[in-house]
């Protein structure tokens, strides 16, 4: 059984986008023309496709190799003439990922998606992509912005930034002041983009007062972070955290901890800790493979104590960049009036069940599943086997433990937020659940993968649609054969994009949605036909709190 602060490594190695390589985008669509905008730094160019006007590649910050490792970035420099934006940047330092540019260092790099350059108002999509904090990158399968730029009319950002080690490795202690937040620089990084974007995004028909953050799996973590960030707190407006709920993250002594580490496997003593910037990249990136597995997510034990333990690399609560626990003990103040969306996937272990090919989960029994929930949940076990037998009477042994465990990983931390949000008395918070249906099997088992982790970004991206030539549709990666993905994917696009614009979600043909409270907790279940459920998984919920997991 994975432990939880260990299944929130599965996201540093696996998540979102790293294993969806059939849906990663072309490498060089060809354009119906190219289209030239002026910036602060220059004139780029970029191309029309189908409607959509398509940015790549753009530099939104300068060098970070070389002096300024772990350092904020030099100054970006102005170019003469035209830069092309027709390719993708290099994303952050990681393993090669098939159909994207090699990493690189210098990974400053964004993507715009925009109807058209036309000074119109349009509200702003900023994306940060899952990965963990390990790997990723703007150019991830299935985050192709065109749909929802094209169907919805809205702007489409999306940004490379530091990643893992050269992204969060803590010197503040021994570095002094040119490494002062050293710990967050990859979250500094985004923080330049949201910058970029209130300076430029007018040239590309996009709003600057109206932009929304949001992101999956360790992208929703870091908008949790930026939701409690005071440099990010101006150039953004309202936020979605979706399966990735960021309760918590590293605390200093735990990120001071894991930098000794690391400077005790390369032999480095800490007086020569500047020796570090003269170690390849790439051997950086073998030494972080090397350190303990921990995820920058933590949960809490069964005594409500929060875990920490060093070897992982996210973000630190460093007391000025990240001043605190992005919402431990509360929701932070700084964002108590901008809306919030959160919400987790209902079958969110199917993901790494695939991933990992774990087909021994679709053979338990009761005992058996008793046997393999032991380890995390020691002495509680069978009150938490007796809580979910009990809502789900009719439920087979093996969809107890998907249920447990995609509550667990993600579903605690989402209500979690939900509440506090709520208690702070600002700006509604809108709770979901994610359940279209997936038929695919887990491949070695007759399992289907249900709504696995990951499966909601072609959807409320809007890419699960039917071929724009009339052709028939292909098999969706994680979503199936079905038509009904379809309605589907636009529900969840609409959804999202009418929050972006107004700050209340809302669709078509989809009910209306109240903002989270607790007493009715009104919760929105995503699919082709949405609906809005009460109290969901009340009785599993009380359990949860009643072992000290919420």
Not at 39 to 54: A, P, Q, S, Y
Not at 485 to 506: D, I, M, N, Q, Y
Request: with cysteine.
């Amino acid at each position: 059984m994975i432990q939880r602060r260990d299944f929130l490594t599965q996201l540093s190695l696996a998540t979102a986008a790293i294993s969806l390589p059939q849906v990663a985008f072309p490498s060089a669509p060809k354009a119906d023309e190219f289209v030239e905008v002026a910036i602060t730094h220059g004139r780029i160019r970029g191309m029309r496709k189908e409607g959509v006007n398509l940015f790549k590649g753009i530099p939104y910050g300068g060098r970070i190799s070389g002096d300024r490792r772990f350092r904020r970035p030099a100054p970006l420099e102005k170019w003469t003439g035209v830069r092309d934006a027709l390719e993708f940047g290099a994303p952050a330092i990681q393993n090669p990922r098939r159909n994207e540019p090699a990493p690189s260092e210098d990974c400053l790099f964004l993507n715009v998606w925009t109807p058209a350059n036309d000074h119109k108002k349009r509200p702003v999509l900023f994306y940060s992509h899952g990965g963990g904090f390990v790997v990723g990158s703007g150019a991830s399968g299935g985050q192709d912005g065109s749909n929802l730029a094209r169907n919805f009319d809205v702007v489409v950002v999306e940004t490379n930034h530091r990643l893992g080690l050269l992204g969060f490795l803590y010197l503040d202690d021994i570095g002094g002041p040119d490494y002062a937040g050293s710990g967050n620089m990859g979250m500094l990084d985004i923080v330049d983009g949201l910058k970029w974007v209130h300076d430029n995004i007018a040239q590309f028909g996009g709003d600057p007062a109206n932009v929304m953050i949001w992101g999956e799996s360790g992208g929703g973590a870091k908008t949790s972070c930026l939701y409690a960030m005071p440099s990010a707190a101006p150039y953004f407006n309202k936020a979605s955290i979706e399966s990735g709920p960021g309760v918590r993250m590293t605390p200093k002594e735990t990120a001071a901890e894991t930098t000794a580490l690391l400077l005790k496997e390369l032999n480095i003593d800490p007086k020569d800790w500047k020796k570090l910037l003269d170690v390849p990249a790439a051997d950086l990136l073998a030494i972080q493979g090397k350190l303990p597995s921990v995820a920058p997510f933590l949960g809490k034990n069964t005594k409500g104590a929060v875990l920490r333990r060093a070897g992982g690399f996210g973000p630190v609560v460093d007391g000025v960049v990240l001043p605190h626990h992005p919402f431990d003990p509360t929701a932070p103040a700084l964002s108590k009036n901008k809306p919030l969306l959160v919400g987790w996937n209902e079958d969110e272990y199917t993901f790494f069940a695939w991933e990992r090919k774990d087909t021994e989960f679709a053979k338990l029994d009761f005992d058996g599943l008793q046997k393999r929930l032991e380890p995390q949940y020691g002495e509680d076990t069978p009150k938490l086997i007796a809580a979910y037998r009990k809502a789900r009477p009719n439920a087979t042994a093996p969809q107890l433990y998907i249920a447990i465990s995609s509550i667990a990983m993600m579903g605690l931390g989402s209500v979690d937020i939900a509440e506090k949000k709520v208690k702070e008395g600002g700006a509604p918070v809108y709770l979901y659940n994610f359940g279209y249906k997936s038929e695919k099997p887990i491949p070695g088992t007759d399992y289907p993968m249900g709504t696995p982790h990951a499966m909601d970004i072609s959807f409320k991206f809007n890419n699960e649609i039917p071929p724009r030539d009339g052709s028939a549709p292909k098999e969706s990666f994680f979503g199936g054969n079905r038509p009904e993905r379809f309605v589907a994917s636009h529900h969840f696009a609409e959804l999202w994009t009418t929050f972006a614009r107004t700050g209340k979600p809302a669709a078509k043909d989809v009910p209306q949605w109240p903002a989270y409270n607790l007493k009715t907790r009104p919760t929105m279940r995503i699919d082709a036909q949405c609906e809005i459920i009460d109290n969901r998984f009340s009785q599993e919920l009380a359990m949860w709190r009643s072992i000290g997991k919420l």
